[in-house]
């Protein structure tokens, strides 16, 4: 009988098409050595962490993209967390991971654009070879890591305990990681977990 | 509906019971086809406790949100397994937010025909749950449990083929009889 019934379901199939795998479990741990980059920005410069940032404290690296929903939840605080750390010797650098072949609005140009609509202050860069996020292990968007000023990882994971809506944040993780790192303390929790959008990898 | 055993027992009677027993099995089995659109929403100690719990069947859990392309993307795949392996169970983990169910899951789940069910994990930190379905699992989606009694699989990827599926699925269920 179940079988009858099944059989009365209705499927959509869509066209498809593959997508290499991408191990991400060969990404940092905290008290790893994250390796710098010299990646395109929006402005067209190119940015690294120590040539662009020589007197840093630490720096905020955040995968993010334009079209993850998730990611788009939290530009605002992206942006407002870059006014209060930057200043302090601590600036975010932005990195789009995502090939715009898979998601079209994630390209460079779109970027760009995103970019002067929403006045980042922080560089937004292009990981066009996508040699960078493996080497981090970012899986998804957003996802944050936390160096100090030698490319230590302090921290690893979301910004806040609550995407949806910034005035209900209960858990400030990634503003607790900073204020831990500045005091010289190990960051708790130095690692969180969240819900993003898987990175799209290049076929 | 109610059922009338005393009379005896003619043609319209056994149809009767037929209806019957089908009612009771749906009322009972908590892996019940749903109608196209309906969903339940639930935090995840709910979720915890009524699906993570003592089967029969093996369940295959898909974490999925119609925000998420390759989730749909892949989603034939289980609608396709859940059609040739009646001996699995299926569950469909939507990450919808609540702002979505009516203008976009319940609309994508009647246009798909989706009848097997659906539930909504309706959790603001992620970081509570995470780790219970699967340590290994850093939070994107496409992400799938198999689960027979405890957690017997876990991927973070999308199946680029029902065949892809299929195996994986045939394999870890093989491998925990």
């Given amino acids: ?203 | 509906m109610t059922c009338h055993f005393r009379r005896i027992i003619q043609l319209g009677d056994i149809v009767m019971i037929i209806r019957c027993l089908f009612f009771l099995f749906l009322v009972n089995s908590g892996w019940a086809q749903t109608q196209p659109g309906d969903f339940e929403v639930v935090d995840f100690q709910t979720f915890e406790k009524k699906y993570l719990a003592e089967v029969d069947q093996p369940v295959v859990y898909n974490f999925w949100a119609t925000w998420c392309k390759p989730c749909v993307k892949e989603m034939p795949y289980f609608l396709e397994a859940s059609e040739k392996h009646p001996e699995w169970n299926f569950v469909l983990v939507s990450l919808d937010f609540p702002m979505h169910f009516e203008s976009k899951l319940r609309p994508f789940l009647i246009k798909n025909q989706i009848e097997i069910p659906v539930v909504v994990l309706d959790e603001t930190d992620a970081n509570v749950y995470i780790d219970k379905i699967d340590p290994s699992w850093q939070g994107s989606i496409p992400a799938t449990l198999v689960w027979k009694n405890k957690n017997i699989g876990f991927i973070e990827d999308e199946f680029d083929s029902y065949g892809e599926l299929e195996e994986y699925l045939t394999q870890t269920i093989k491998t925990h009889q």
């Avoid at chain 1, 230590?152 to 503003?175: C, E, F, M």
């Fill in chain 1, 1 to 203: 009988m179940k079988k009858l019934l099944i059989a009365l379901m209705l499927l959509s199939v869509t066209a498809l098409q593959s997508q290499s795998d991408y191990d991400y479990k060969t990404g940092y741990s905290v008290g790893d050595k994250a390796t710098d980059f010299e990646l395109k920005n929006v402005d067209g410069s190119m940015i690294s962490l120590k040539g662009t940032y020589p007197d840093a404290n630490g720096y905020i690296v955040i995968f993010t993209c334009n079209h993850c929903p998730y990611a788009k939840m939290y530009e605002d605080r992206i942006i407002e967390i870059n006014e209060t750390y930057a200043p302090q010797g601590y600036p975010v650098i932005a990195i789009n991971p995502n090939d715009p072949d898979i998601v079209p609005e994630d390209s460079y140009e779109k970027m760009i654009k995103r970019a002067d609509k929403k006045n980042f202050e922080f560089p937004y860069v292009f990981d066009e070879k996508q040699d960078i996020f493996p080497e981090y292990g970012a899986l998804k968007t957003p996802h944050v890591f936390l160096l100090d000023s030698d490319l230590t990882v302090h921290y690893i994971g979301a910004i806040d305990d609550n995407p949806r809506n910034a005035s209900d944040v209960d858990q400030q993780y990634l503003k607790n990681a900073v204020e831990s790192m500045k005091s010289g303390v190990s960051p708790d929790p130095a690692e969180t977990k969240a819900v993003g959008c898987r990175i799209k990898v290049k076929s």
